[in-house]
């Protein structure tokens, strides 16, 4: 469902690896590092400040210390996030906006912790209060600061497993049944593999130009014409008296004619070209390195396994 209001998505993970892919495909996805906040309990301080409640719920007063300010997400993975093995820097670690937020809130700028920097980035309180919740039990929080592009933001998050207040019930209702289950048929594990996917964007890989040259060619004709010749003919006389005398210099003209060709040239037009573009379908190969997960099974001492 596209949502019109919000422009800051939160997402709650049980697993800290599954926020690290997601933190890594919203980078590939072109969100950038100033826009990504990650929250979670440093495991080494949390352990020193578990017997005190009053220090738990006071954990906003010494943000300062557990926020790698300046330091992008990438930053944060590699200083141990993904591993758990977190150096003792405080209750929590973040980046991006939400450091920024977070410092403001060590200093006074923005009251209650988390809580406050969460409603600054746009949450409602009463959702704001319940991702403190998760935090405190231990999960990890990742914030987007995704404009208009919630929804994209929204999914990412969604694809690696997490989940948000709205979508809270469900998974409780389906960790209910998962419990139910084990007890009955066991323990169980989820088994991940890695998937290509391809995106396809239009690229110009030439040009094609139709233009009109003029050339000269030598052509003949054969034109059918009629003309005029003069036919003499000579008959015999039987001797008769002439009817006048012998005279000199008479004659009989006779104009001669002929048809002539007259050549004439105009434009005529014998074809019609006409250019378009078509789309045609091929395939293309891809190629790419996945992982996946295996299952293997270990056995100490005398144990039966039996594989279903």
Excluded: C
């Excluded at 040259?213 to 003309?227: M, N, S």
């Amino acid at each position: 469902m596209t949502n019109t209001k919000r422009t800051t998505v939160v997402g709650v993970f049980d697993d800290r690896r599954e926020a690290q892919q997601a933190v890594e495909e919203l980078r590939r996805a072109g969100f950038r590092e100033d826009q990504i906040g990650v929250v979670a309990r440093d495991s080494s301080a949390a352990s020193a400040t578990a017997g005190t409640a009053e220090e738990g719920s006071k954990w906003g007063a010494g943000a300062a210390t557990g926020v790698v300010a300046g330091a992008g997400v990438g930053g944060l993975w590699a200083i141990g996030l993904a591993a758990g093995m977190l150096p003792a820097l405080g209750p929590i670690i973040a980046g991006g906006l939400l450091a920024s937020v977070l410092a403001s809130a060590a200093s006074g700028a923005v009251v209650g912790g988390l809580v406050g920097a969460l409603i600054g980035l746009g949450i409602p309180e009463e959702e704001a209060h319940y991702y403190e919740s998760e935090f405190q039990a231990g999960r990890t929080l990742v914030t987007v600061k995704a404009d208009g592009r919630f929804d994209e933001a929204h999914a990412i998050l969604r694809r690696h497993g997490a989940y948000d207040r709205a979508t809270a019930p469900a998974r409780a209702t389906a960790a209910a049944a998962t419990t139910a289950g084990r007890a009955t048929a066991g323990q169980s594990m989820q088994v991940h593999e890695e998937q290509l996917q391809a995106h396809k964007q239009p690229v110009q890989t030439g040009e094609v130009r139709v233009r009109k040259e003029v050339v000269t060619e030598h052509k003949t004709l054969e034109v059918p014409v009629t003309r005029e010749e003069v036919v003499v003919e000579r008959r015999p006389v039987s001797g008769q008296a002439a009817s006048s005398d012998i005279r000199a210099g008479e004659e009989i003209r006779i104009p001669v004619k002929e048809e002539q060709v007259q050549v004439e040239k105009k434009p005529v037009a014998k074809e019609e070209v006409r250019v378009g573009k078509r789309q045609v379908q091929d395939t293309e190969k891809v190629e790419g390195t996945v992982r996946k997960e295996q299952v293997k099974v270990e056995r100490e001492g005398d144990v039966d396994i039996r594989h279903k």
